[in-house]
């Protein structure tokens, strides 16, 4: 699939492996740009030892770990095999789950395989992605990844192409929830944006509510414009209380399941 | 932006620290990013009646004191069962 490359729905076909850097940037390394243990996780998750892996298919303007998450080669070099050993001692020292997140860790798809297949024992491996990957690599990470911690950004596909950049997006990241919440246990995020609680949050909830009732939600009102958003006239500012508001009573009206 | 003790392994991007962002927010709430185990108690002190935050801060204590050091500061009997997250 690297030499040409069907990671994610952009389908680009280049052949990663030859050194070719795809629209994402990537080539077929792996850089890892930050990681540390994280109690701001769900609950269930903690301590959740993030890792952060460079490049990403998505260019959302409100990205908080914008723009260093889009270079692929900042920090240090994966190597599977030590990012193995390093994943069994944090588990060892207290750590619940290994949170690969970036960027978009789907995107490094033969690294997270190389790393599972170095450890002696199944890695806690939670996948937090932008859910914008093929069926194809759903399918080689089942068994593999024990969770998937997905972000359902957009409720709409034109505030989709226009934040992030991204076409289809509501096709795609439906199909891959329901394929990746019959594969292994599921836990959907939305993250409200300021002006889009009805053309994306109500969606996304009504979408949750008919076909994934029983997957826990994390409804995220801490909004902040960070990196382009603090220039673009309709995300630059955080909630207000009345957004905050309503975006709970969608929720509880729709009577999805709350993550802790 | 602050310059936090890295809490694992000190081999993140920009050496052994940690960049936590803190924005406030013009209605006055506070957002951390990144947040250390060692700021979780900041965090509660700015609200002291967050349930999660107890939790959170109850496992950071876990992971990094052992259950001692998680009820020293939620400020129980050293032996009591610590709130871990279920």
Redesign the interface.
Known sequence: MLRACTFCERRCGVDRVAGNAAPCRLDDQTW?????????EE?????S?MVYLGGCNFRCRFC?QAP?CFAPR???RVEAGQAAR?FER?VG????TINLLGGEPSLHLHTILEIAAEAAEPLPLVLNSNMYMTPEVIALLNGVVGLYLADFKFGSDVCAASIAGVDRYVEVVTRNLLLAGAQAPLLVRHLVMPGHIECCLLPVAEWMAAHLPDVPFTLNT?Y?PAWRAAASSDLSR?LT?DERDRAEAIVARLGLRRA? | MLKAV????G????GDR?PV?I?I???G?V???????EM?PIALALSPDDE?LK???A??S??LDGPAGANARLGRPPHASPEL??
């Open positions: 890892c740009f930050k990681r540390h243990v994280s109690f701001a609950l269930e998750l903690l301590p030892y908080v260093t900042i920090g240090t390093d944090l020292t207290g750590a619940r801490g902040v955080t209380q802790a | 890295h809490p694992t392994d081999s993140d991007a920009l940690l962002t924005r927010g013009p209605d709430r957002y951390f990013h990144d947040v250390t185990a979780l999660g939790q959170r801060l496992a950071a876990a992971m997250c279920p």
